[in-house]
């Protein structure tokens, strides 16, 4: 008896424990159900509110995971929200950013989003990618944006926004794209930039920024594009600037940069596009230029360049561009250029420069545009330029030339613009 009881009650014992756990599991369950369920109809109800899905809800569904733009996981939660070139209107505040703690990913841009960048913008602490561009967002960039520190892309780039850029933007470590161009910045860049190793695209270009170029950029060696054109730096370019040696594309004109242009920059040998014009650059073009390989872009025009073009340039066969327009260069075109057997584009006008136009020049089959006005050329325009068939701009005026205009710059038959005027030349 007391072995029969005691298997009994063994039983009992675990049908109640059984019992009590799956009952237990199936209250958590649901619970958890529960708690998804009205999560997700928040993020629901926040989409609603922002006003921007009023026309884009399918009418045979009231899931807003199939709503246009969005995409959820498997929970129903939202990961990404993509409305870009919608034409969606009002603040950029209408949407309760506090409701929407597993988004991932963010595209609003090139719509007309007015208003300022909420502070809430912290609470979207999953955050990757952010797309602001090209909207009419006004305000500063609120330091909260240091809180977001999974962001890989921040591209707040053609608003109207002011103010510095915050000192906690160097807290985003993971940062690989960093675009703020096209606003009303001011102050100076940041020191705390130096923090973003992972850095690989900055774009500061067409703000007001001032100061100079801090030494602390040089810290960003995994930097493939940095543009900081248009703005108002001054100084010189700093030594630390060779430490960037993934660069490919520099720009940097239109500030009050100054002083030589350092030798230690061409050491940057993967450089492809490199555009210093319009600064206050003097002294002469160093030789070394010629270690930049694969340069097909070259802009230092609008600058106080002295001495002569060095022949050396002849040994950048890639180059497509080459504009050194607005200088003080002197001497005569170096026969090198026959070299550049892809340039499309070439300025040399409003220098000082002598002598006769080479027939070497006109070997530059691709050539479409061809500026060298405002300079002390003499002689004959060359025969052989009727073979620069693909030329569309020719610019040759304010210049000592003359005998006749050769019959063969007929020949150009993609010539729309030929300007000769101001020279000796008859016929």
């Known amino acids: 008896m007391a ?4 298997d009994t009650c063994r039983a009992v014992i675990v049908f109640i424990w059984t019992a009590l756990t799956l009952s237990i599991v199936h209250v958590a369950s649901a619970t958890n159900i529960s708690i998804h369920v009205a999560a997700s109809e928040i993020e629901r109800q926040a989409l609603l509110n922002s006003g921007w899905w009023k026309d884009r809800i399918p009418q045979n569904t009231s899931d807003h995971c199939g709503w246009v733009g969005i995409t959820c996981d498997y929970e129903g939660r939202i990961t990404d929200i993509g409305l870009q070139k919608s034409n969606i209107k009002g603040e950029l505040g209408r949407l309760n950013f506090s409701c929407f703690p597993n988004l991932q990913y963010l595209d609003l841009g090139s719509n007309n989003l007015s208003g300022s960048i909420p502070s809430q913008i912290d609470s979207l602490s999953n ?10 967002l006004t305000g500063t960039i609120p330091k909260e944006i240091g809180s977001l520190r999974n962001l890989e892309v921040l591209d ?13 933007i160097g807290s985003v470590r993971n940062l690989e794209t960093l675009s703020l161009d096209g606003n009303k910045l001011s102050g100076t860049i940041p020191i705390e930039i130096e923090s973003l190793r992972n850095l690989q695209w900055l774009d500061l270009s067409s703000n007001k920024l001032s100061g100079t170029i801090p030494k602390e950029i040089g810290s960003l060696r995994n930097l493939k594009e940095l543009d900081l054109s248009s703005n108002k730096l001054g100084g010189v370019l700093p030594q630390e600037i060779e430490n960037l040696k993934s660069l490919t594309a520099l720009s940097m004109d239109a500030n009050n940069l ?4 350092p030798s230690t920059l061409f ?3 993967n450089i492809e ?8 650059f003097n002294g002469s073009i160093p030789r070394e230029i010629v270690n930049l390989k694969n340069l097909t872009s070259l802009s230092l025009g609008g600058n106080k360049l002295t001495g002569h073009i060095p022949s050396t340039l002849g ?8 504009d050194l327009s607005s200088n003080q260069l002197h001497s005569s075109i170096p026969l090198v250029i026959g070299n550049f057997s892809a340039l499309s584009y070439l300025d040399l006008s409003d220098n000082r420069i002598c002598g006769i136009i080479p027939d070497e020049l006109t070997k530059l089959s691709h050539l479409k545009y061809l500026n060298l006005s405002s300079n002390l050329l003499s002689g004959q325009i060359p025969f052989a330029i009727g073979k620069l068939f693909n ?3 020719l610019d040759l005026s304010k210049n000592k030339l003359s005998g006749s205009i050769p019959t063969e710059i007929g020949n150009c038959s993609e010539l729309r613009n030929l300007t000769l005027n101001h020279n000796s030349l008859n016929g």
């Not at 596009?273 to 206050?280: A, P």
């Open 3 to 6: 072995c029969a009881f005691s």
């Open 273 to 280: 596009y490199l555009s210093l014009g319009f600064n206050r």
């Open 315 to 322: 040994r950048l066969t890639s180059l497509q561009i080459l």
């Open 391 to 393: 030329l569309a701009s």
């Open 127 to 136: 955050l990757t990618y952010i797309y602001l561009y090209e909207n009419n």
């Open 156 to 168: 707040l780039g053609s608003n109207n926004l002011n103010g510095t850029i915050p000192i906690e």
């Open 258 to 261: 100054g002083g030589p242009i």
């Open 267 to 269: 050491r940057l040998t």
